[in-house]
């Protein structure tokens, strides 16, 4: 029996040394370290004659060690290019250049889906994909060659630290353990809310009626375009809501049904007149073009998420647990 | 050098001379199927305290290098991860036993001359 508070610091201290696995043998480290301390908690508060409780959890992960340290321990043998210490912050700075450049990356494939005529389309699209990918690859390996430096003057300087230098650093506390992050989880509620505005949003995109003195042919050419854009944000969020979580492949997915909508936005925004009502293509386009921005930042936002997303708080530990 | 620095790097050799016996130990034990906290509290009751911190990773780097095999089991509702030597271990046990062997007796000539 142990008490919540217990159970989640040990949850917290699992998350942060599984942090810093590679991703193979996270979930099975995670699982059994989880098990283990349990048991070494349960042992520690029947010796001391006192229930399970936060305090005693405190001091059986002060004992056990500080997650870098433990995962460390875990790692093969060094040397390395960029060691377990550096590890997290070498990740961190790749995700914040990798947002940074997926933003203006997805900028210029915006400016060059806007201006380039049919014609270029294609080889301007390709070249607004593959320009940035090949700089960004220039700017990672210079990344690696500064955090590579910078491991092996640490390790020197480690290697000639004193015991009494070690031993003068501050004791860490478990209880600064970050919090695991549980965005992840599905909202149900807001799934079920998003999947009927867009049965809905397609049933009145099919079931338009055809009405030639109002709507131009140039409305009825993009109609297959706008049910394409809602059907597949249809489809990630339906798998989404089966699976009860955002995995890693829903969130791409996610993200892609983002582009597509945001490359028909803009072919709606440069379409021929859509209404064949004098003078009401001036609103339309400032709809077209509101609709456009807040798709932007929308799919901007989607892309901080992906690359910034750190271990999902549901890393399936149990599948890892064979009963006999 | 003050007393409490000549403790503490004292403690910390004393720790660098147990690491150098940890594997020997822990492959002496697993002849018999263990969880890393059953192996822990064998260790412990025939003298040799190991940090769980330590210890729990050593087991599966043992297991990487081929001298062990694990497997899942639930026991009284709690997962548990058990090691066992393998054919491969035994063998490594038997070398470093008769290494450790030729160590104690090295020793026993050097510190007692």
């Known amino acids: ?324 | 050098m003050s007393t409490s620095n000549a403790t503490e790097a004292s403690s910390a050799l004393e720790l660098e001379l147990r690491r150098g016996v940890l594997v020997l130990a822990i492959l002496s034990q697993l002849r018999d199927a263990q969880y890393g906290y059953s192996l822990k509290q064998a260790l412990g009751e025939r003298g040799l305290n190991i940090e769980e911190g330590t210890l729990y990773p050593l087991l599966r780097r043992l297991e990487t290098q081929g001298l062990l095999h694990s497997k899942w089991r639930t026991d009284e509702g709690r997962p548990r991860r058990y090691y066992q030597i393998n054919a491969e271990g035994e063998k490594t046990l038997a070398a470093l036993k008769t290494n450790w062997q030729i160590l104690v007796d090295a020793m026993a000539r050097l510190l007692n001359p």
């Open chain 1, 1 to 324: 029996m142990s008490s919540h508070a217990a159970d989640q610091l040990i949850l917290r201290y699992v998350h942060a040394v599984g942090r810093q696995l590679p991703r193979a043998q996270r979930a099975d480290v995670m699982a059994e370290l989880q098990s283990l301390l349990h048991e070494s908690l349960e042992a520690r508060a029947a010796e001391a004659g006192r229930p399970v409780e936060e305090a005693l959890a405190v001091d059986t992960l002060r004992e056990f060690g500080p997650p870098d340290m433990v995962a460390h321990r875990y790692m093969p043998y060094g040397p390395y290019l960029i060691g377990p210490r550096l590890y997290p912050t070498f990740v961190a700075v790749v995700k914040t250049f990798a947002i940074v450049l997926g933003i203006l990356a997805l900028l210029g494939w915006t400016l060059t889906v806007s201006t380039s005529p049919a014609s270029e389309m294609p080889a301007r699209l390709w070249a607004s994909v593959v320009s940035p990918l090949q700089w960004g690859l220039i700017q990672l390996a210079i990344i690696v060659v500064v955090f590579a430096i910078i491991e092996r003057v640490m390790s020197q300087r480690q290697m000639t630290e004193s015991p009494t230098a070690k031993a003068a650093k501050p004791e860490w506390n478990p209880r600064d353990l970050p919090v695991i992050d549980n965005t992840n989880e599905a909202d149900r509620g807001g799934l079920i809310g998003s999947l009927i505005v867009h049965v809905v949003l397609i049933a009145i995109i099919l079931g338009f009626p055809t009405l030639p003195a109002l709507l131009s042919p140039s409305f009825y050419s993009l109609v297959p375009w706008w049910a394409s854009t809602a059907v597949l944000d249809l489809l990630v969020l339906g798998v989404v809501l089966v699976q009860g979580r955002w995995t890693r492949l829903m969130r791409l997915a996610e993200f892609g049904a983002s582009l597509f909508g945001l490359f028909v936005v803009i072919q709606t925004f440069r379409a021929e007149p859509l209404l064949l009502l004098p003078g009401a293509d001036l609103g339309v386009k400032i709809g077209i073009g509101i609709a456009f921005v807040i798709a932007l930042i929308e799919t901007g936002i989607q892309l901080v998420r992906l690359v910034a997303r750190p271990v999902p708080a549901d890393v399936n530990m149990g599948q890892h647990v064979r009963a006999l």
